[in-house]
């Protein structure tokens, strides 16, 4: 999946917490919300927490798709509220190959 098109992908995908997002798509949209923040908080302070806002609910959704693939539920995105331990763990299972292809393997 190109970047555009992962983008694309996930703001169709507003707030659905069904289905699965690959790798590809997921991680896409994440440098499209990081490159925004860094981009938009030079220009503006406001312009900053509207972008932030905006794509607020589009990065849950992606994030618990993502988790969807991976085999988990996507309440796993709350293990990231834990100091430090928290957030590396959770880019560990957005960072995992998809569980069909676990699966397969084992």
Not at 8 to 18: I, P, R
Not at 33 to 53: Q, R
Not at 80 to 88: N, Q, T, Y
Request: proline share 2%.
């Amino acid at each position: 999946m190109t970047f555009q098109d992962s983008i694309k992908v996930c703001f169709n995908k507003y707030v659905d917490f069904s289905g699965r997002a690959s790798r590809s798509e997921y991680w896409w949209f994440a440098l499209f919300v990081v490159l925004g923040c860094i981009v938009t908080s030079m220009v503006n302070h406001w312009l900053y927490y509207l972008f932030a806002l905006g794509t607020l609910l589009p990065q849950l959704a992606a994030a618990s798709r993502r988790l969807h693939d991976t085999g988990r539920s996507g309440w796993w995105q709350l293990i990231g509220l834990i100091p430090l331990i928290g957030f590396i763990v959770l880019i560990v299972f957005l960072a995992q190959e998809s569980g069909e292809a676990t699966e397969s393997t084992a």
